[in-house]
């Protein structure tokens, strides 16, 4: 099968509602397992990763939720196919560049998605848009539970389930949500919320997660510790400190718009601005645009417009998804071209953004206001 | 009277057409003459600078070209009103930081221009819109004839009219152009032709003279030497090297849509973005976006607008005048926000930049180009 054709078009993956996803971008819980007395996927040779992937395959395959699922061993995608996988972050890039040996199983509305000897022989991740942690963890514990009756798990009483990396050991879960901030990062009070969610033993990452740049003020939030507390404790744990951050965005927006509109209203136009107008943008520019541009839209800065539009081009406009429209092999100036265009097109049909109305916010416009 | 109702309205003056005035914004000549044994003005103590002022400017006054004109001794100006001339190119800063004993005599249609007791008792300067160098020469030499019967000017047979600083000894002359040259800036041939031009015995400076910066693509040509050539011959060799500038902006225009038209609707369309949605803005940043939409003017991107538009803006948003419109005194920052309300208030009747129909100058967009 084909992935392009398997993958949910962007718009209506952009459509997608969640609780909170005005700030909670979407929501993932991933389970990291390894099969008994069989070297990791880092130590294997490539005879014992295919029989491992033999054996994990077809038991993830019929489990009932992946009925239709795409499955496939990671040799027969090409690199490009892997790119997008990532850009709609369904794989790691690490997975990315894994070949025969490796397996990818995707369910029809990919909410459910299971790496095959990535850094572990088994790493099954849930995703749901908007916050939604709950949800994401009681449907990959489901999985889990019937997947421990298939399949001999490497666990020890005393530690609980062994991973190739002991930053995952135990517990094996990782809880995430992908956070939009640009009220934070605007108000100049993320660096802060970072260091405070830091000392509650999380990690806050860019797009891509580690060592990656918050592109687009979207930033990772997910759970350092995988040992001696139970899952459900630390997925409530996270949904806790997410409702705080998503409670200091919020407030972060309106005293920006109370205090400063103007700053806000030019950082939004700037953006809208560009976006409408460039004929070169690279995609790094493009995502900290749009991440303005969406703010905006959440604003009510564009009447008629809302974040789908920007969602959907946050998608559209990442190299790969770009280079998939055309046949030859398009450099990264091209891209630029490219992408400019594309993003052109999209707007179209948005009209300058708007100023809220005196009184509202204090947007009036006849007034110098101090900043 | 007053200064402000004196000076053709920003609109009116950006109407104005001269030969070349796609890239030659305005042509000036200026004369330095100084009275007999009287000391120049650095030296001179006030009530010999007020017993000049008095002898020179009813001489002035009465010339039949200056029926009309505005006269004013420096200190009846207020710092504002001498800044609004300086941002018309009217005076010099240096003639701005005068008070009493210094003057300014300035005609109806602000083509004929004469400070007292700038550097030099006398500086008396045509302007004529385009390039015309040749008429501007004409009518200040006729000017001139006419007051040097009724001063006695300070002239040597040896070296010619005796001015405070070496450099304008001789002739007094100073002929210079503004010149608008974005194609040479984005086409990266603008240092190379800056040295060509410099060789010659020609001097290129910024927007508001000598150690200024190139603000908005506005540079300044003007003769080095006042000494050994006469003024006709200045005049000629000065209009001979504009041709060829002019020429030369024309040909990188040319190229410039022709090999890389991608990036001039770049330029152009995020200029015409920002300056149509920021809510705060510099003077610096609103000059140089500016100049690259006046460009877009030139070029057709803008069907139904002409270069007057933004030639009005470039005189309406710099700090003095949009500090008249206002009672209290403005900071930087409230300047920043009512110059950027007052450009998307006049750029509101524009449409974005269209990019050429294809086929014409390769402005093709659905074709990759390499750049």
Known sequence: MNIHEFLIPPAES????????????SSRVRLARNIRDAAFPGWAKKPERVRILDQIRPAVETLPEMRGAFSESMDNLSTLDKQI???????????AAKSAGSGLVLNRDESL???INEEDHLRMQALRPGLQLKQAWMAIDQADSVLEKRLEYAFSQDVGYLTACPTNLGTGIRVSA??????????????PIIQSVNKLGLAVRGLYGEGT?????VFQVSNQMTLGEAESAIVERLDKVLSQIIEHEENARGT??????????????????????????SSKETMNLL?????????GL???????????????????????QYSEKLSAEERDLLRADMVREHLKAVSRPISKPSGSEGGKLDKPEKQ
Do not use: W
């Not at 740049?213 to 003020?217: D, H, P, V, Y």
């Not at 991440?291 to 604003?299: I, K």
């Open 14 to 25: 952009a459509r997608r509602k969640g609780p909170h996803d005005r700030i909670v971008m």
């Open 85 to 95: 996988l990532v850009e709609r972050h369904l794989i790691s890039r690490e997975h």
């Open 113 to 115: 998605c299971f790496m």
């Open 178 to 191: 992908m956070l939009h901030l640009p009220g934070l990062v605007l108000a100049e009070q993320i660096n």
């Open 213 to 217: 740049e918050a592109l687009g003020n």
């Open 256 to 281: 920006l718009l109370e205090k400063k509109p103007k700053m806000v209203y030019n950082h939004i136009g700037r953006a809208y601005g560009i976006l409408a107008n460039a004929h070169s943008i």
């Open 291 to 299: 991440s303005l541009m969406r703010l905006g839209m959440d604003l």
């Open 302 to 324: 564009f009447p008629g417009s809302d974040r789908s539009l920007t969602d959907e081009l946050f998608i559209l406009t990442q190299p790969a998804h770009l280079q998939r």
